[in-house]
């Protein structure tokens, strides 16, 4: 039986960092294809290429058995392979019943938009997916689960052969899971394949027929998802040696500075408490998803908390703001960096100066060589690869990027600086130029939270290791406690059976 | 090996040298219809009607360049001047009056700004019913009458000279010119706004007070309407309630976004402004001189604005696609954000009504 | 249990939409309520007359401004095809006073989707935001109706009598322009319910995105909007030749900004993607009503700008406010399930 979809030999890389290297993966009709790996292992990327959102360097797509290129997302569309994200695509104007057939209406005499049929037709497609919608429904009123579905009938509607489900179960309550499920397995009845990218290993377990492994860009492996327990899937997943031990350095670990007391954002997390000292690079893992960004933003005053509080130096601290948390010497590296953390048209200069901008400028004027001089302390301390401070961002790889985002935050002095996946995306010589700089901050007397998906870096450089899922808090690990299997499954909160 | 900065910079300078160009082109144009054009006395007298214009679009320019718009920047500047000619026609002192109207037409901005900055409504759309509100505001304040004979000393501002020949409103532009230049490329207040309009969730990011800027934004848009009513009184010498209810807008909307000012915000210059400004004024002068009609100018002036803004995408197209010819092999792309959409990418997540779903 | 507070949610977000077009009938009422008392000869036959042909024009080409603001887009220069399409159908008649006015309405028609046309390219394939380049048009063809005009007006007793006479024509008692106008919007609901493309507006408002992967073709869409704009401002221009006979260079000036306040008014929403025909006519005829009302009641008719003005930034105000707060209720009501959803689990 030929596959539907058969990807051979894909990669793909960003300016020498391989996303994907050689991927090769057969995806049959019929069958709840689960992809899992870590946060970079390849999963966005092959989802990316699916869907013509980017184009491999190397390798070929074969629908059908015949070579495709998928130049742009409606190629894809038309080829019968859809993407369903987090943040689910509908029409929040229109009804269920147009949402499902958005550009394709049922057309009645004189090709007029025949509104009974399309309630009926839409109904049936609900009611076959097991869906308790009405096709009356404005979309507007619907929560993340409905929309959800919506798009799944959507898609059915359109014919899809190929739903690819990124996360879908992030924001669900347990009885939507379920009634999820319970469609894809329709789903599925119906000859549609569906690969399905989740971390809940439960989850695999309950839905997948066959599951697929990446790794650091690699395939790992493939196989029906009966042959595999929760345990040899994390080994799979994390099954590298850490030989690249970063070189941390002695840091004497002091008073406690901040205090993370029952921290609560209704429906995101809840009952966080942690503490860190001087000189402690803690670090906080968990899949994408469990919060810990969003904890991040919580402290930094991006997003104001439900509940709980936040001591610094024993004293209350109130987040109203990041220009507040600035002042109290808390300094945030989002995990977005273009998105977030730079002004791409502008020069290193502007970005670095720009959260210190009123210590620069003295009644307000601008002094640019008092930037360019700050850029230029950062370049040199960063071993930042540009050929001028007034050089734009945009013209600088990965990591020089978030080499000037550090330069941004440091500037301001922080006491408690949060790193939201540092050396994401970044190749490995300004990685390690990264961890020198966090250990040797450490040692400074800085207090470093570092959040990362990347095992090896949260291992090699935290004296401590919070893992967190879905909004809690699940383990404190020791330095010494702490390994990959442990983190992943606190992480995936799997009960490690005996042996 | 260029960098990114070295070969934006050239853009940027190719973009005023241009202008210049395009004044001197204009300029032998003009010449052509008549030689009286390159009298000196002509050539500094050419821009003085249109004075009132250019300070408008100074202070427009500040909205775009943080992402936003502001239409009812004429508006704001009648009501103001109407509100002067009442108060100053009942007896309140001159003086008082043009500062009580300079006052109203801040708040009238402030009013602008609370309602985009704190309330986060759409600018287009609030600032096209402050457009109608403040006009109506007008009518309300002076009906059909007309108000004129301000002293002396008082319109010289906008219609008075210097030993017969040098226009005290040319100083007055060029004074506010450098001023704002300065306020815009010199101080932090201008950085915050080319960081707003780039990117807003970055600037908030970094501590910048993001509500606090937009609003003093309209606010300073609102104050430069008010400096414009004082110039347009002076040299127009009456009011009406339906002043400049015509092609000026177009005019101030042309000359910023002719001046290299990127409509969708975080780029743009006050020198580039000035000198469109100049071949705004230059066009009208010529096309005066020429005897066009005003709907004709007008006509000339609303395809002017139109090529502005195709010429503006064309350069950015260009740029982005020499971006990754240039830099493939070099660059790391996000892996959240589709090749070469980053720079959009955050103007089209955020939803703009009026702005098209074409983008 | 699960449908029952799923059934308050959407029964929210239902309500709100209802609400906004029953927020203006109620408003109209509540208006001609209290003109009937405050102001003299309001609730007569013949002030009913002069409201429906007023209101008539604002109508026509409300109904082609709604289908491009649905598409997340503004048409401005609907008042200088007003003017222009005016003037094209006075001076053809005047000239050629047998020509049936049927065939000088689809003239004045044809020239405003042009017109329409020229909007749809600047936008769609230019990429021009449409403020800007319907600020732009708005001069242009303004220019273009001075240009035609070389500065002279047509004059009354230059036109065909079968012209003049349409204006006051009342077949059924309703003025003929009203029946123009009844016929135009029922068409315009007719199609924005029935024909598959004009659904597409729709979409297109809603979420751009997501109406270009599911195969919608949006720039010939947003073109489609705009053509149709500028035809219903041609139409919208004859009425006004027939209404007002003599036509000069600066008719239909300031136009645009009533027939964007009617629709505004009228629950368009200006970010796009909903809104409907019931809505804008009830919205001129709120807005119509009003100024009228204040003509007899004689206050200053300067009043009128400022109202439309404030008008619109109240609408968009009270929008916005509605929609975030619905949608914070329902962003709130979702994180507390899913909380005590999990916190249950948790338990387990």
Known sequence: MTALVDLRGLSKSYGGVHALADVSVSIDSGTVHALVGENGAGKSTLVKLLTGVIQPDEGELVVDGESQRIGDPQTAHRLGIVAMYQEPTVFPDLTVAENVFAGRHPRGPGRTVDWSRMRADAGRILEDLGVELAPGTPVRGLGVADRQLLEIAKALSSSARLLIMDEPTAALSPNEVENLFATVRKLRERGVAVVFISHRLEEVDAIADVVTVLRDGRHIATRPAAELSHGEIVRLMVGRSLDALFPKEEAEIGDVVLEVDGLRRRGVFSHVSFELRRGEIVGLAGFVGAGRSEVARAIFGIDRPDGGEIRIDGRRFRPRSPRAALRRGLAYLPEDRLQQGLVQPMSIAVNASLAVLPDLTPAGILQPWRERRLARRFIEQLRIKATSPAQAVRGLSGGNQQKVVLSKWLAAEPRILILDEPTHGVDVGTKADVHRTISHLAAQGLTILLISSELPEVLGMSDRVLVMREGRLVAELSRSEATQERVIEAAAGVQEAAA | ?359 | MNTRRFVSAQALAEAVVRLRELGIFVALAFTILFFSVRATNFMTADNWRDIATDVSMVVVVAVGQTMVVLTRNIDLSVGSIVGLTAYVSSNTLADHHGLPIVVTALIAMGIGALCGLGNGLLVAVGKIPAIIATLATLAIYRGVLFEVTHGQNVFASQLPQSFLDLAAKKPLGVPSLAWIAIGVALVGAALLRWAPWARDFYAVGSNPDAARLAGIPVARRVMTAFVISGALAGLGGFMFAARFASVDAVAGRGFELDVVTAVVIGGVNVFGGSGSVLGAVLGALLVTTIQDGFTLMRVDEFWKIFFNGAAIVVAVTVDALITKRVQEALRRRRRAELLTAHERAAET
């Open chain 2, 1 to 359: 090996m260029r960098t990114v900065g070295q070969l934006a910079w050239k853009a940027v300078a190719r973009w005023e040298m241009l202008l210049v160009l395009l004044i001197l082109a204009a300029g032998v144009w003009s010449w052509t219809l008549s030689s009286f054009f390159l009298r000196r006395a002509n050539l500094l007298d050419l821009a003085t009607p249109y004075v009132f214009l250019g300070l408008l679009a100074f202070g427009l320019t500040f909205v775009v360049i943080a992402g936003e718009i502001d239409i009812s920047v004429v508006s704001t500047m009648a009501v103001s001047a109407v509100c002067f000619a009442q108060l100053w026609d009942s007896g309140v002192n001159v003086w008082l009056a043009a500062a009580a109207a300079l006052a109203l037409a801040t708040g009238l901005g402030l009013v602008n700004g609370v309602l985009i900055g704190v309330l986060d409504l759409p600018s287009l759309a609030v600032t096209l019913g402050t457009l109608a509100a403040y006009r109506g505001l007008a009518y309300v304040v002076l009906g059909g009458d007309a108000i004129a004979g301000f002293p002396t000393h008082f319109t010289n501002i906008g219609g008075g000279y210097i030993s017969n020949e040098l226009p005290i409103a040319l100083l007055v532009m060029l004074a506010f010119a450098v001023a704002l230049g300065l306020l815009l490329h010199a101080t932090r207040f201008g950085r915050y706004l080319y960081v707003l309009g780039s990117n807003r969730e970055a600037a908030r990011f970094s501590g910048i007070p993001v509500m606090r800027t937009r609003v003093t934004v309209f606010a300073l848009s609102g104050f430069m309407a008010g400096v414009a009513a004082v110039v347009y009184l002076g040299f127009f010498g009456s009011i009406q309630a339906d002043a400049a209810s015509g092609s000026e807008l177009i005019d101030v909307v042309t000359a910023v976004v002719l001046g290299g000012v990127d409509i969708f915000g975080g780029s743009g210059s006050m020198l580039g402004v000035l000198l469109a400004f100049v071949l705004v004024a230059e066009l009208r002068n010529g096309m005066q001189l020429a005897n066009w009609s005003g709907a004709t100018q007008d006509m000339v002036i609303g395809g002017l604005l139109v090529g502005a803004i195709l010429a503006g995408n064309a350069v950015r197209a260009a740029q982005a696609r020499g971006w990754r010819l240039g830099m493939a092999g070099r660059r790391w792309k996000e892996v959240h954000h589709a090749e070469g959409q980053e720079e959009v990418s955050v103007r089209a997540t955020l939803k703009t009504p009026g702005g098209g779903s074409t983008r």
